[in-house]
């Protein structure tokens, strides 16, 4: 069951700014520590926005990348100065590759998840407002790029509805099935080539991207909104000053070592934790008022 999802009604530069910080520091950032607070955040984020599908994306799918990816680099890669066994074929299996393997599991996975987010809080219409006088063209062009893979999904479910009810069911056999996929892939390209060109018509007509062109806008940047961005922009500017610092310091190869505890480096796991969790934050808050509103009516 999904929630209502107080952040997603905050200004489109808002979130922007959060999946963008988020999205920069979960790829940049190797810190064992950073890396579970942003996956862990990520992951409860989802869950909060899609309920179950989420979990059950997590487990199914994410979990295999995982493991996938953490079996893989030590296959292949063979730095580090702590050996663990030889490989048959005579590679060395080393601490430090294997480390690193799942360090980029996580990132992987992360990063995937934050997406995941994205795609459900800023929608087109959030991408458009805020870079559609800047760079009209890209903006329609990104936009139509971020809906396609569910817009996709949505219509292969369609065609393979009808294809049945049409009494054209997969048949059986490995070319039977190849040729009804082949089919309805055919189907698939040839709606997704259609409908790229009726929205640039329907654009086009419209006068999107001419020179003075106005445009309605149903978002105003308020008071909850500036607060958020400049909480955003804090946590923001404070963790970068931690990683120029080197607070956040941490490498694999040639052996795993990273900056000891101390009162700095913890305070910024402390606000990248705050920053990660901030939409988490927001939707609990807003939970607890609407209980107490219900409560007391």
């Not at 910080?21 to 990520?42: E, R, W």
């Not at 890669?77 to 030889?86: D, F, K, P, Q, V």
């Not at 039977?176 to 892939?185: A, D, E, T, Y």
Request: glycine letters at 6%; proline letters at 5%.
């Amino acid at each position: 069951m999904k929630n209502r999802d107080t952040f997603s009604s905050y200004h489109p530069l808002v979130n922007f700014l959060y999946f963008a910080l988020v999205l920069l520091f979960s790829m940049c950032f190797m810190h064992p520590a950073c890396l579970l607070i942003s996956l862990s955040s990520a992951v409860l984020y989802s869950v909060y926005l899609k309920g179950r599908e989420a979990a059950r994306f997590s487990l199914r799918y994410l979990l295999p990348l995982v493991l996938l990816a953490a079996v893989l680099n030590p296959a292949f890669n063979h730095e580090g100065a702590t050996i663990l066994l030889y490989l048959p074929s005579g590679n060395p299996l080393t601490l430090e590759s294997l480390a690193y393997g799942l360090a980029a599991a996580l990132m992987l996975a992360s990063v995937v998840v934050w997406f995941s987010c994205y795609h459900e809080i800023m929608t087109e219409d959030k991408f458009v407002y805020l870079f559609g006088r800047v760079i009209p063209a890209l903006s329609l062009v990104l936009s139509m790029a971020l809906r396609f893979v569910p817009r996709f999904r949505t219509q292969l479910r369609a065609v393979r509805q009808a294809q049945r009810c049409a009494g054209r069911a997969a048949p059986r056999g490995w070319l039977g099935r190849l040729k009804n996929g082949l089919r309805i892939l055919s189907i698939l390209i040839t709606w997704s080539l259609e409908n790229a060109i009726e929205t640039a018509d329907s654009m086009r007509s419209r006068g999107y991207g001419l020179p003075g062109r106005t445009a309605f806008s149903i978002y105003r940047f308020g008071s909850r909104d500036r607060q958020a961005l400049l909480w955003l922009a804090f946590c923001g500017a404070y963790i970068i000053s931690g990683w120029i610092a080197g607070g956040l310091y941490f490498r694999y190869y040639p052996t795993v070592r990273g900056v000891a505890p101390a009162p700095f480096p913890i305070s910024f796991l402390l606000c990248y934790l705050a920053l990660c969790l901030t939409p988490v934050i927001l939707d609990r808050k807003e939970d607890r008022a609407w209980t107490r509103l219900q409560s007391a009516a």
